[in-house]
């Protein structure tokens, strides 16, 4: 009986530790895509970075490989479930000109308070991509280049 308690035992920790751990959120994402709701798309180059509590985004959209539009934002973020989180954003530097599916975009500078303004995303999540769904129905393909 204790032969047979010690194997189970040992399958579990087995088990256990050679299970394929489960993809994190945390570290830098290289933006590739911005995939618009109207069916437009866009390449994009900038990267997003997660730390425990942060993220701050720099990112351009371009056309011809020449930048049309750019946004810098950051601020606090928090998970609430697998595949659900919620942006807090506390800064905000944009401007862009106009292309399809993306109006021009004057120089906007914010700062908000504390809280900032909360913008809940759902996201998908592999070893080494990352897909942020927008509540515009927009949404931003990005792949792992850091942890």
């Given at each position: 009986m204790a032969a047979a308690s010690f194997a189970g035992l040992a399958l579990l920790f087995c088990s256990c530790t050679t299970a394929t751990p489960r993809p994190e959120l945390k570290g830098a994402w290289r933006a590739e895509v911005y995939d618009l709701a109207d069916g437009s798309q866009h390449p994009v180059s900038g990267q997003i970075i997660f730390t425990d509590s942060d993220w701050t985004v720099l990112y351009f959209v371009t056309q011809d490989g020449q930048a049309q539009r750019a946004s810098g934002e950051g601020g606090s973020y928090?998970?609430?479930?697998?595949?659900?989180?919620?942006?807090?954003?506390?800064?905000?530097?944009?401007?862009?000109?106009?292309?399809?599916?993306?109006?021009?975009?004057?120089?906007?500078?914010?700062?908000?308070?504390?809280?900032?303004?909360?913008?809940?995303?759902?996201?998908?999540?592999?070893?080494?991509?990352?897909?942020?769904?927008?509540?515009?129905?927009?949404t931003m393909s990005f792949r792992r280049s850091s942890r």
């Open positions: 928090q998970l609430e479930s697998a595949g659900r989180l919620v942006f807090h954003h506390l800064f905000n530097l944009s401007f862009g000109k106009d292309l399809p599916g993306l109006p021009a975009s004057p120089l906007r500078m914010q700062i908000q308070g504390d809280a900032g303004i909360a913008e809940p995303c759902r996201y998908e999540l592999s070893q080494d991509q990352l897909r942020l769904f927008f509540p515009s129905g927009n």
